[in-house]
């Protein structure tokens, strides 16, 4: 099976968290452009809020993100648990780019005056919001032939990306997936993707 004619169910089932990544490309930037662009037309929100936002960075930004991260991260680790850190650090680097996934305050905001019976919802919501941009994100990079991480340096590199990409500060960052061409082997060590039985996490009721 080609990676483009990959079905939604198959990149399901492909997808896994893959750390050893280079700055090769599968496809060109604008496939990653369409990508992006069907999943902020495309990917449902909360109300129809509209909230999300992503920044996509490809090479010398994306590489000018893992940097920013590094730079502070040297300042709060201590030295002897550095190597660790930076190495991991270095390995998002050497990937072809990384999406940042935000939430605009502002339409939750509106939505909670339009409907104080769900104002404490929506914040939650939100945040599903988001999470389904991230694994379509995900799905559909991979059904590409790209590997992908998830990650959580919020809220630390929040101030510096706002300032290098002109993101307004008030958008929330939430969660960045990196991605890049997949080195060699680095599917074959990956642990068994689903340990605990299924049969006690999946509940059918009704079927023929
Ligand atoms: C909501 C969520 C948050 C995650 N956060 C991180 C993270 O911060 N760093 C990381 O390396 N992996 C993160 N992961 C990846 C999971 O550890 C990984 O998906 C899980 O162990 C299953 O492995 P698989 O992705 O290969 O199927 C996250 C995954 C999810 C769904």
Redesign the pocket.
Known sequence: MTHDTMPFVEAVKH?????TLNKTAPVDDKKIEEIARTAIKDVPSSFNSQSARMVVLLKDQHDKFWDIVRDILKVHVPEDKWEHTGNRIQGFHNAYGTILFYEAPEPIKKLQSTFPQYADKFPQWSEHTS?MH??MMWCALEAEGFGC????YNPLPDQKAAAEWNIPLEWQLK?QLVFGGEEPGSREK??T?SEQPIEERLFIHGAA
Do not use: F, G, P
Not at 15 to 19: A, G, K, L, S
């Open positions: 997808r896994r968290t893959i750390y999470a991230q694994y991480n998830l990650q959580h969660a990956l642990q993707k």
